[in-house]
Nanobody
Framework: QVQLVESGGGLVQAGDSLRLSCAAS????????MGWFRQAPGNERELVATISHSTDNTYYSDFVKGRFTISRDNAKNTVYLQMNSLKYEDTAVYYC???????????????????WGQGTQVTVSS
């Protein structure tokens, strides 16, 4: 089993920055691609960004391109999400997820991720 713990959420103003962290523990050898998802009240969970285990492949949803950066430090078993130029519509619970399969392509659906954190709230005031 793999445990994921997110941190770094909070209340900020529009235009501010936040960095989320997700620390993995347990059978971290079972984690390949890792991703950040978010879910706002009344909305479905959506992919924000994902990164391969080797870090040479990343994917961003259009609504965060140019503002958010995903990275990971495999030595620390940690993945990060740097969020700049935050907007009110970025308000959501942000979840970290890990894929237990060494797939050829980065997984983009939440059903492709086996492990999930408990989420961290990000609130952006306008």
């Amino acid at each position: 089993q793999v445990q994921l713990v997110e941190s770094g959420g909070g209340l900020v103003q529009a235009g501010d920055s936040l960095r989320l962290s997700c620390a993995a523990s347990g059978r971290t050898s079972d984690t390949y691609a890792m991703g950040w998802f978010r879910q706002a009240p009344g909305n479905e969970r959506e992919l924000v960004a994902t990164i391969s285990h080797s870090t040479d492949n990343t994917y961003y949803s259009d609504f965060v391109k140019g503002r958010f950066t995903i990275s990971r430090d495999n030595a620390k078993n940690t993945v990060y999400l740097q969020m700049n130029s935050l907007k009110y519509e970025d308000t959501a619970v942000y979840y970290c997820a890990a894929d237990a399969h060494d797939a050829l392509y980065l997984p983009r659906r939440d059903s492709q991720y086996e492990y999930w954190g408990q989420g961290t709230q990000v609130t952006v005031s306008s």
